[in-house]
C-alpha cells in the first residue's frame, strides 16, 4: 500500500508561482511513477505530469510545458510541481498519484491517489 499526501495549495494571483508537495510513504517506491492530475468543478481529472522514482524521465501535458516542473527527493519520498506563470484556468484541486511502471498519463493507470489539494488562481 502506498500513502500520498499533498501540501502547498492556496490562493495565488494570475501570473504568480505555486510550489505543491506530495510526500509517499507505505512501501518501497523505486519501481514506481508519480503523477500529479487536476480536476477543476465540473470537468474531469486530467493529466498534468509524471515523473519516474529515479527522476530521469518526466511527461507533461501540453497546456503545462514551459511552466510547470516535476521533480523527486528520493531520499525524503517527495515529489513535487513547480507552477510558475499561472493562469485562472489552472484553478482545480491538485491530485498527486503513484503507479508501479513507466510514465502514462491516463487516470485509470494509476492505483494510489492522495486527497487532493485546492488551487485557486485569481483574475
Known amino acids: 500500500q502506498v500513502q500520498l499526501v499533498e501540501s502547498g495549495g492556496g490562493l495565488v494571483q494570475a501570473g504568480g508561482s505555486l510550489r505543491l508537495s506530495c510526500a509517499a510513504s507505505?512501501?518501497?517506491?523505486?519501481?514506481?511513477?508519480m503523477g500529479w492530475f487536476r480536476q477543476a468543478p465540473g470537468k474531469v481529472r486530467e493529466f498534468v505530469a509524471a515523473?519516474?522514482?529515479?527522476?530521469?524521465?518526466?511527461l507533461y501535458a501540453d497546456f503545462v510545458k514551459g511552466r510547470f516542473t516535476i521533480s523527486g527527493d528520493n531520499a525524503n519520498n517527495t515529489v513535487y510541481l513547480q507552477m510558475n506563470s499561472l493562469k485562472p484556468e489552472d484553478t482545480a484541486i491538485y491530485y498527486c498519484?503513484?503507479?508501479?511502471?513507466?510514465?502514462?498519463?491516463?487516470?485509470?493507470?494509476?492505483?494510489?491517489w492522495g486527497q487532493g489539494t485546492q488551487v485557486t488562481v485569481s483574475s
Open positions: 498519484a503513484a503507479k508501479r511502471g513507466g510514465l502514462l498519463m491516463a487516470v485509470a493507470a494509476y492505483a494510489y
Open positions: 507505505g512501501r518501497t517506491l523505486s519501481s514506481f511513477a
Open positions: 515523473i519516474g522514482w529515479s527522476g530521469r524521465n518526466t
